[in-house]
């Protein structure tokens, strides 16, 4: 089993750009989840999916975040417009019995 | 929505000695409690965790003891060794983790040789 599979694993963008990151959870896991980790904030859980269906996505800091789950094995986290305080490693886990993180993706905005 | 505070916030212990961590969560509904260590520039990664109905777990040198009463619970990691140098958060479930997990700020944990 790979774990989860998360890309980019870094990005470096402009202000204003639009940012897509992208996960593979573990396959049979029925739950996905995305988390931001800053030194300022910690870890702080964004949104997460059941079943492909967002279930709660009261985490999302604005509405230039959105994330989509089309299928059980890919979802997308998008930021548009990007700015520099999104700047951040984005973390997507996936749960069995316990959650298991990807490596991450470290966010770059200038 | 639940709040974890997490204490101390670095901790340096000899190696070959004890290292305890300590949490706190605020919602009473909160049933499932994991640990997580985090390497620099690495994912978090689950080393133990516990459940509302369990007071004490064990897994080798690594133990959580829960107190539900006081809404506290704490990691003991004993005979510490310098690859256990990282960061370690705990973490907070209303839902056994299927609703995501509140982390604690984490605790640097420096093992001295």
């Known amino acids: 089993d790979a774990g989860v599979i998360q890309s980019p694993r870094h990005e470096v963008t402009e202000m204003g750009q639009e940012v897509t990151l992208r996960c593979k959870p573990i396959?049979?896991?029925?739950?996905l989840f995305w988390y931001r980790q800053t030194m300022m904030r910690g870890l702080e859980l964004l949104i997460y999916f059941n079943n492909n269906v967002p279930i709660d996505d009261s985490g999302m800091p604005e509405d230039r975040f959105s994330a989509k789950m089309p299928n059980a094995s890919f979802s997308t986290l998008k930021i548009q417009p990007s700015e520099p305080r999104d700047s951040a490693v984005y973390f997507c886990?996936?749960?069995?019995?316990?959650?298991?993180f990807g490596p991450g993706t470290r966010l770059l905005v200038l | 929505g639940e709040n974890v505070e997490q204490h101390p916030s670095t901790l340096s212990v000899q190696e070959g000695d004890s290292a305890v961590i300590k949490c706190t969560y605020s919602d009473s509904a909160s049933n499932y409690f994991p640990w997580y260590k985090q390497e620099l520039g690495k994912r978090p990664q689950l080393i133990i965790d516990?459940?509302?109905?369990?007071g004490e777990k064990k897994d080798q040198r690594i133990a959580v003891t829960l107190n539900k009463t006081a809404k506290h619970f704490s990691l003991h990691i004993t005979e510490t060794q310098p690859e256990d140098s990282a960061v370690y958060f705990c973490?907070?479930?209303?839902?056994?983790?299927?609703?995501?997990?509140?982390f604690g700020k984490g605790t640097h944990l420096i093992i001295q040789p």
């Open positions: 886990a996936s749960m069995g019995e316990t959650q298991y």
């Open positions: 973490a907070a479930s209303m839902g056994g983790g299927a609703d995501g997990l509140t």
């Open positions: 396959s049979g896991h029925d739950y």
């Open positions: 516990i459940r509302s109905n369990v």
